[in-house]
């Protein structure tokens, strides 16, 4: 069937800032659908609140809108534009439930829109419960008994039904947030109360347990033809009862028969052809009895996913790029195969490896939540990995992960302690398990434990062994024989030389003495059936094969490698890996960025990376792609292979830059800033030295190897004082401290000092505001990208603040000197690259923070605010041009405001505070783009969900140190018409400045408080402010009620002063929309 | 690891891994499949007679073997199996045994441990040929000399040995998953409305369920059988079924055929199709390494409907050389083959994908309904 010629434009919506439960898998599957549709024609309109994204690049869409995702900014959109259509499947659960809100309020109606993709009808029937529930037993599946509730009473009656443990489930909501298992009566009210408060229609799917038993997904596509394949299935290692982002999974499924499978398929081409899904992908989870092989229906997606992204890379299909071409009318049999080019899209991928995908969790930033897994997801990110073998691609995942694992590490634990590790799945229930079997458990018996399949069992049970018979060759010497087999099942060097008690770099050695090395082998999709002409690679271990005839045996030959490298010139870039807090999809961002301009300068691009939600991994986005582990030893491996002309590692974020300094001892080039360079700045005694050099001012500083001596510190600098050890980076233990007693707290606490692990104590400069520059630099010329003025004052870690470009409140004269700094510090540093800045300014003193000779994660945001594509013109200087030969040579000077703000997951963790501090917690990031500075922040605001009122009553409750900056807001409140109501010390402080407010209890000070205010939703808008821990604890039920009780915060004075710049230019003139593209139309 | 094993091919390329299964030595056309699951379904294939079958996928062995996924009577009839990793712990609530153990107690070799994407790279470049498996010679060059003097299976005829000695009733429907609480598999039953004759090449089980499933009463022939005894039967169609090998060497199936054509509907899968096409007076081509698997797409020519169908063949149906007698039906969207005809005249029809899956996908069952309304339309 041709495409439809009845529509010509087409608006995608993004999904918004990373949250946990959607990352930038969505990056990947709103650029892919954009490609592929102007490809076909159309033009695109697309609308995304997240600045990080390539989908968000200007070159990306025809008309892009980087705009709050509320149903208001849509319908401006919508109204302007005059789309025929909106794609709603593309953006997560965040733009379905936007498509279904514009449907049902008529706005698509109104304006004559279409949904493609995914109808109303069939969304809704695959999102309500109820309805999906009922479509399953018309087909005659199974589903878990289940009962829809809307009140906590309903609930009380349908558990009757249905008994404990009980799984609860509340529509509409993101990564499964507020759902969670009940094994008793108590629980189940508590969770059946929060569930319907948390579900934005107040209704919680109450579910028969099927706990422990195995979980598989399948991606199924559908033409309007009603052709349907499927793509890929998966097989969870955590059986049910951990969501399936949080668990270890594989594909293809291991150990289903083909009779199971099949039933399987049958199943989901009967659901997908029920719920009328016409066109596109959809995931669909099931639940196996392994006792019986009641195989039962859990969920369906109508939309691509997660898992979608992730069985993408897993087979070489693009569900994305496809499902975008058959909403708009094609069919799979009309769209080609890019990796075999002969075949077409109809067809069900044949993998010739396994794939294993491992979580990845941040529970060390929020050490009050509860680190167990539960049918709520609370990953932050993922790794996905290749090998031929289930053992080896197992082991890999692990070193992808980047958490110091090379393998299968011991635990110190008793056995107790492992047996409760093993009952209750965990982050490191893997390693417990392995460990499990070292102290001699036997598979069955932690198969009781786990409910984990004892395939998966057993073959790490394997893994052990092979440890084993390892650790016991090592004394007398590993042979090859052995050494192969190790490599074969996936070990990698670090994990070898751990067990031989030797150096990684002998083992090395060992290996290549005796001819074993990797070989790379494609993901084709088709197990080789067809020649593949995507080098999209993997690396794995074989043996070689040889040829016997008249002239006798030929030596055995090099085992088959499919790499095949070119001769032409090439540059390997190094990508930033799992997402975690501090390191997301800005750094994906940016080595995408670097790619598309290395390959516009004729380099040969390769990627490296193991992350699969990411651009950067899509085969599409570099020539070559392997995907791998970020180690040393694979990244050799490959470069090895390739012989590159350099490697980038300084746009991945931590994750390659680690691997500078290792990568130029093995005599590999670093392109851009030196290593050298980027240890001056990172090493306190040399960068001291720098500073000094440059006579610029760094706040004074020292350090502790113990207690006494960080107490002396501390005094010698005056408080307040930041604390926190050397050896940790992204602000973790990082604490502010305001007298001696609480430095000695935190030293017992927090830390264990030591002339090894030293603590820094630096001056904290209250009050200060601090700003953010990034630049680029050729080695003579530097130009600063932009300067950012953050919103929250000094001390709040830079990831988690929001900021302005330009400044809202800095003189010229600073910001000149600002300017000035950064390019005096990136000349005296030699940077050829990117550079960000950290500064804090204080009565006009500016001092310096810290100096990153590397892409940021503030270069995306700034790239969109002004326009000026940093990364690109970074990657091309460091591949030799000059900023003069790119035409760069000045700052490019915006007339409107930029905002960005960061979004907190919060919500997951339950009983984790909401205040900000000097470690970074921050999951994403938005952007608000306006003509003035509170314009721009409300839209962040809103972006965040963080909707600010224009009327109603105000509650403040803040600390002393704050109470004069309060006047201020107060006043400007009152002249804004809104009402306030404070604690008492605030509202005596107030009344005392002729500003008299209303008066309520603290939560200790009985009741009404000011909890029951918020949650009567008497409240618009909470402003509160700590110090001390007393007093946080004290306080943390206000920040959490107002959390949960959707109602908009602050918890700096800063951020309410902004809040009520951006009331009152809200009250001024309402919100309008302005596409990207024409903020940056240049003359 | 187990015993070390070679693999040699009849162009000399070798391939040294470890054996499992049973120890000894075999010799058979290499060919790759490309399914992820079905193993114990195509190992009791009778159409892999005379072939060592390479899986792509390289986990084999996961969820063991159990008594209802086999596909014809006597065990194992592909000749050798070949595998990156062969498991010997199953896992699967069905399972009665290790496939290891399984290939041992049938006295079948095994290799494991070898690059199979690299042996499939080979087949793709080079075609299907003969292979040597051996636990016992680890010489190369006298495997190689062994398996370069083995005729080929080109030149036999591969059906006899396969076939049924005598005719027999069949009136097992498709497997059945039971409905909760207590699902598990049970015999499928139906009752017969019409009487079909099933030459048997080597026909799988799951084509004789799939009958009774569409309301046949089925009887099931030796492939030797005259078509004036099976029509003396009076049955309401004939089908002619999978097997092994080169059809131009069954030529008393051709003969058969030619007799049946005209007299009762019939219709023909994968051998049966292609003797259909030699019956005709058409030409069959071998393909270079065959399509083995289930992942291949098939259009239905007067649907547009795609199908993904179950795969197993080495030879074609030249449809051109039947010079418009039939018109082609089914098309591999892969690579353009032929996949399935109509007699322009006659109540006959064939196609060369497995419509009866087992392994492989459900997508062209539909195809025994049409049986069955081809001969309802016929008796009208």
């Known amino acids: 069937m041709p495409k439809r010629e009845d529509i010509r434009k087409i608006l995608i919506i993004g999904s918004g800032p990373i949250v946990i439960g959607q990352a930038c898998e969505f990056d990947y599957s709103g650029t892919q659908s954009c490609k592929a549709l102007r490809d076909e024609g159309y033009t695109v309109v697309l609308v995304n609140s997240n600045p990080a994204t390539i989908m968000t690049d200007p070159e990306t869409a025809d008309v892009t809108y980087i705009e709050p995702l509320t149903v208001e900014v849509l319908e401006l959109i919508i109204e302007k534009e005059r789309p025929q259509a909106i794609l709603p499947t593309m953006g997560g659960q965040t733009a379905l439930n936007l498509a279904v809100d514009l449907s049902e309020k008529g706005i698509l109606e109104k304006y004559g829109v279409e949904l493609i993709g995914a109808k109303l009808h069939a969304i809704k029937k695959a999102e309500d419960r109820e309805l999906f529930k009922e479509a399953m037993v018309r087909i005659g599946l199974d589903v878990p008994k289940s009962a829809v509730v809307t009140s906590v009473r309903q609930g009380i009656e349908a558990v009757k039904e249905i008994g404990f443990p009980t799984i609860l489930r509340p529509a509409f909501t993101l990564g499964g947030t507020g759902g969670g298992i009940a094994y008793n009566q108590e629980e189940y009210v508590e969770l059946l109360d929060k569930g319907l408060k948390l579900s934005p229609v107040n209704q919680v799917l109450i579910e028969e347990s099927v706990l422990g038993w195995k979980e598989y997904e399948l991606e199924v596509m559908r033409d309007r033809k009603d052709n349907v394949v499927i793509v890929c299935s998966i097989e969870n290692f955590d059986p049910m009862g951990v969501h399936t982002g949080d668990s270890i999974t594989v594909a293809p499924a291991q150990t289903l028969t083909d009779r199971e499978y099949q039933r399987m398929r049958d199943a989901s081409i009967a659901i997908i052809r029920e719920i009328g899904v016409d066109t596109g992908g959809s995931n669909i989870q099931f639940a196996l009895n392994p006792a019986d092989g009641r195989m039962t229906v859990i969920e369906m997606n109508p939309r691509v996913s997660r898992s979608s992204a992730l069985a993408s890379k897993a087979t070489g299909f693009p569900i994305a790029k496809i499902a975008a071409k058959l909403a708009v009318g094609l069919t799979l049999d009309e769209i080609r195969n890019d990796i075999t080019r002969e075949t077409p899209a109809s067809f069900e991928p044949a993998l010739d490896y396994v794939v294993t995908k491992f979580p990845r969790f941040a529970f060390e930033k929020f050490p009050e939540a509860d680190p167990v897994l539960t049918t709520q997801m609370k990953s932050v990110g993922e790794v996905m990995s290749i090998g031929r073998t289930f053992k080896e691609s197992l082991q890999k995942s692990l070193r992808s992960l980047e958490s110091g694992s090379y393998g299968l590490e011991p635990v110190e634990a008793p056995l107790d302690k492992i047996k409760m590790k093993l009952k209750i799945p965990g982050v490191e229930r893997l390693w417990y398990i392995a460990q499990a079997m070292r102290a001699g458990m036997s598979v069955e018996e932690i198969g009781d434990y786990t409910k984990i399949d004892p395939w998966f069992l057993n073959h790490l049970k394997e893994i052990v062994g092979m440890e084993e018979r390892i650790e016991v060759a090592g004394r007398a010497g590993v042979t090859p024989h052995l050494l192969r087999e190790a490599k074969n099942a996936g070990f990698s060097d670090r994990r070898l030389s751990r067990l031989l008690g030797r150096d990684e770099s002998e083992i090395r050695r060992l290996r290549k003495e005796q001819g074993i090395g990797p070989v790379y082998k494609m993901v084709d999709t088709c197990a080789a059936e067809f020649a593949a002409y995507t080098p999209y690679l993997y690396s794995t271990y074989e043996r070689p094969f040889y040829t016997v005839g008249r002239g006798g045996v030929t030596p055995p030959l090099q085992p088959e490698s499919e790499a095949a490298p070119t001769g032409r010139k090439k540059i390997v870039i190094l990508g930033s890996g799992p997402n975690r807090i501090g390191q997301g999809i800005e750094f994906d961002y940016c080595c995408v960025h670097a790619v598309f301009a290395l390959r516009e300068l004729g380099f040969e691009t390769i990627m490296v990376n193991c992350n699969p939600e990411t651009v950067s991994t899509d085969y599409d986005t570099s020539d070559r792609l392997y995907f791998e582990p970020l180690t040393i030893e694979d990244v050799v491996n490959i470069i090895e292979t390739e012989r590159p002309v350099g490697v980038i590692v300084q746009f991945g974020g931590q994750t390659p830059l680690k691997l500078a300094v290792p990568l130029e001892r093995e005599g590999i080039r670093i392109l851009g800033t030196s290593p050298d360079s980027i240890d001056r700045a990172e090493d306190r005694r040399r960068f001291k030295q720098l500073l000094h050099k440059l006579d610029l001012k760094q706040p004074e500083s020292d350090t502790a190897m113990s207690v006494q001596e960080a107490v002396d510190a501390a005094r010698t600098i005056g408080y307040p004082v930041m604390v926190r050890p050397s050896y940790v980076l992204g602000g973790r233990a990082m604490e502010i401290v305001y007298d001696e007693d609480s430095i000695r707290g935190y030293m017992e606490r927090a830390v264990k000092a030591s002339p090894e692990h030293p603590i820094l104590v630096d001056k904290y400069l209250n009050d200060a505001r601090e700003v953010d520059v990034d630049a680029v630099s050729d080695g003579d010329d530097v130009v600063v990208g932009g300067v950012m003025e953050h919103i929250e004052e000094a001390g709040i870690h830079s990831g988690d603040s929001a900021c302005s470009l330009p400044p809202y409140s800095l003189s010229e004269e600073i910001t000149e000197e600002i300017k000035r700094q950064t390019r005096a510090l990136a000349k005296e540093l030699g940077v050829i690259g990117l550079m960000n800045v950290q500064f804090a300014v204080k009565k006009d003193e500016i001092y310096i923070l810290e100096v990153n000779p590397r892409a940021s994660r503030t270069i995306p945001f700034v790239s969109k605010a002004t326009g000026v594509p940093l990364a690109k013109i970074a990657a091309k200087v460091m591949a030799g041009k000059t900023l003069k030969e790119l035409g760069f040579t000045s700052e490019r000077v915006i007339s409107h405001v930029a905002v960005k703000e960061a979004v907190f997951p919060f919500d997951k963790f339950p009983g984790v505070d909401t205040i900000l501090g000097p470690e970074m917690k921050s999951t994403g990031e938005v952007m608000g783009i306006d003509e003035d500075f509170g314009r721009a922040f409300a839209k962040a605001q809103a972006s965040v969900n963080n909707r600010l009122p224009l009327s109603g009553k105000i509650v403040i409750s803040i600390r002393d140190e704050d109470k004069p900056g309060i006047c201020d807001v107060v006043k400007r409140l009152y002249a804004a018409g809104f009402s306030v109501i404070a604690t008492k010390g605030t509202a005596a402080f107030l009344d005392g400045k002729g500003l008299p407010v209303e008066m309520i209890n603290k939560v200790a000070e009985g009741r009404p408080h000011i909890v029951d205010l918020i949650k009567n939703k008497e409240i618009v808008f909470v402003i509160n402010t700590v110090s001390g821990a007393q007093a946080q604890k004290d306080s943390f039920s206000i920040r959490r009620s107002a959390l949960q009780y959707g109602v908009p915060y602050t918890t700096t004075v800063a951020g309410a002063r902004a809040v009520v710049s951006a009331i009152e230019a809200l009250r001024k003139k309402k919100v309008t929309i302005k596409p990207i593209q024409e903020y940056h139309r240049k003359g | ?380």
């Not at chain 2, 030595?25 to 060919?31: C, K, L, R, Y």
């Not at chain 2, 058409?282 to 795609?306: E, I, Q, S």
């Open chain 2, 1 to 380: 690891m187990g015993i070390k094993a070679l693999l040699v091919l009849a162009d000399g390329t070798v391939f040294e891994g470890y054996g499992f299964g049973a120890e000894g030595e075999t010799t058979g056309e290499v060919v790759f499949n490309t399914s992820m699951t079905g193993y114990q379904e195509i190992l009791t294939d009778p159409s892999y007679k005379g072939q060592i079958v390479m899986m792509t996928y390289t986990q084999m062995g996961n969820y063991g073997i159990n008594e209802e996924d086999i596909e014809s009577a006597g065990g194992i009839k592909a000749e050798g199996f070949i595998v990156r990793e062969a498991c010997p712990f199953p896992s699967n609530w069905r399972s009665s045994g290790s496939l290891v153990e399984y290939m041992e107690r049938q006295g079948i070799v095994g290799i494991q441990d070898i690059d199979t994407r690299a042996l499939t790279r080979h087949l793709r470049t080079h075609g299907a040929q003969m292979g040597i498996i051996s636990t016992a010679d680890q010489d190369p060059l006298s495997l190689l000399a062994r398996v370069r003097a083995h005729p080929g299976i080109s030149s036999s005829d591969l059906v006899k040995e396969v076939t049924v000695a005598q005719p027999y009733a069949w009136n097992e429907g498709c497997w059945k998953w039971c409905s909760p609480p207590h699902p598990s598999l049970a015999r499928g039953e139906a009752e017969p409305v019409l009487k079909v004759a099933v030459y048997d090449f080597g026909i799988k089980f799951n084509i004789l369920r799939n009958l009774v499933e569409a309301g046949f009463g089925v009887t099931v022939f030796p492939a030797q059988t005259p078509a004036e005894a099976v029509l003396e039967t009076n049955p309401d169609g004939v089908l002619l079924s999978n097997g092994p090998g080169d059809p131009e060497t069954v030529t008393y199936a051709i003969e058969a055929a030619r007799k049946l054509m005209g007299k009762k509907p019939v219709f023909g899968i994968c051998l049966g199709h292609q003797i259909l096409g030699l019956a005709l007076g058409g030409r069959t081509y071998k393909l270079k390494f065959g399509h083995h698997g289930g992942n291949h797409p098939v259009k239905d020519l007067a649907t547009g409907r795609v199908e993904i169908t179950s795969q197993n063949h080495n030879y074609c149906v030249d449809v051109n050389s039947l010079g418009g007698k039939v018109a082609l039906t089914h098309v591999n969207l892969y690579d353009g083959t032929e996949e399935g005809m109509r007699h322009v005249d006659l109540p006959v029809f064939s196609v060369q994908h497995h419509p009866e899956a087992g392994p492989g996908p459900n997508d062209s069952t539909h195809l025994f309904r049409r049986f069955r309304e081809l001969i309802e339309g016929v008796a009208v």
